[in-house]
């Protein structure tokens, strides 16, 4: 066995790394965060959830994607890895408004993707700067359309599995939804790191 030290990406505390031969033969990764840390995420009971927003997950999202902590990416990538690792239906994760991502320098949901190893496509484009958290349920509802296809995609008629950060009125995985169903894509299902 191997030891090595590093630091918690959350607490900064340091964690102690055992590598072991079933770290080598299986797609494990090595923790980036500290078990105290990972206990203050809930668990969601919803099968197309990973956890539930608490005050530990809205810190999360605040450091990860306000203040660009891109290495935070790998807090769940273990999680990501063994829910995606087996998936059929190419994986598309909600895209940023492309000004918003210059803004925040890294595309959120791809880079929680990639940390995890998981292959995915873009097929959308966000068409509007606004971001719908800041709208009331019935404000969401009336929105304009949020997504067009990207100029180069093909949709085809097979199963997509779209990928959000959080699920609050469901309104923007609608949104992707019926323009994916639209281009004739054949079923649509979600998954969200967090329900809101």
């Known amino acids: 066995m191997n030891k090595n030290e590093t630091q918690c990406l959350l607490c900064a505390r340091p964690l102690q790394m055992v590598s072991s031969w079933k770290t080598l ?4 990764f090595p923790p980036s965060s500290c078990e105290k840390c990972l206990a203050e995420f809930e668990r969601s009971a919803s099968k197309t959830s990973l956890y539930r927003y608490n005050d530990a997950m809205k810190d999360f999202l605040h450091q990860y994607k306000f203040l660009q902590d891109v290495a935070l990416a790998k ?3 273990q999680e990501l890895h063994t829910i995606f690792k087996h998936e059929k239906a190419t994986i598309i994760p909600i895209p940023m408004h492309i000004e918003k991502q210059k803004e925040r320098t890294f595309a959120h949901m791809d880079e929680l993707l990639k940390a995890a190893q998981i292959p995915y496509t873009q097929l959308l484009e966000k068409t509007t700067i606004e ?7 019935e404000e969401r509802l009336q929105t304009a359309p949020l997504f067009k296809l990207l100029s180069d995609a093909s949709v085809e008629y097979k199963e997509y599995l779209l990928f959000d950060d959080i699920k609050t009125t469901g309104t923007t995985l609608q949104h992707a939804r019926t323009v994916l169903e639209e281009a004739g894509a054949k079923n649509i ?6 329900s809101g």
């Open 189 to 194: 299902r979600i998954f969200t790191l967090i």
């Open 131 to 137: 971001r719908q958290s800041s709208k009331t349920k």
């Open 75 to 77: 807090v769940f990538r």
């Open 25 to 28: 033969l299986t797609k494990q």
